[in-house]
């Protein structure tokens, strides 16, 4: 909460919500949370929940050469 919950809830919640915090939560909601991440570019998301294409470390080689070894012989 204290890393994001206090930033989501400050930028996502309508002042309505904010004004009746006897019926709201402290921490963010689940579509306040998903407003974030819509709102946030990746590179910028905790590792929790970074998309997982963002580590794919195949794609962070470089490679000059593909090479098919199953039929070499």
């Known amino acids: 909460y204290e890393a994001y919950g206090r930033k989501i809830v400050t ?3 309508s002042k309505e919500a904010t004004a009746s915090a ?4 402290v921490e963010p909601t ?3 949370f998903v407003q974030y991440l819509i709102d946030t570019e990746p590179v910028y998301y905790d590792d929790h929940w970074m998309p997982y294409t963002l580590y794919c470390t195949p794609c962070l080689v470089s490679y000059d050469i593909i090479v098919k070894l199953e039929t070499i012989a």
């Open 30 to 32: 689940f579509p306040e």
């Open 11 to 13: 930028k996502f919640r």
């Open 22 to 25: 006897d019926r709201s939560p």
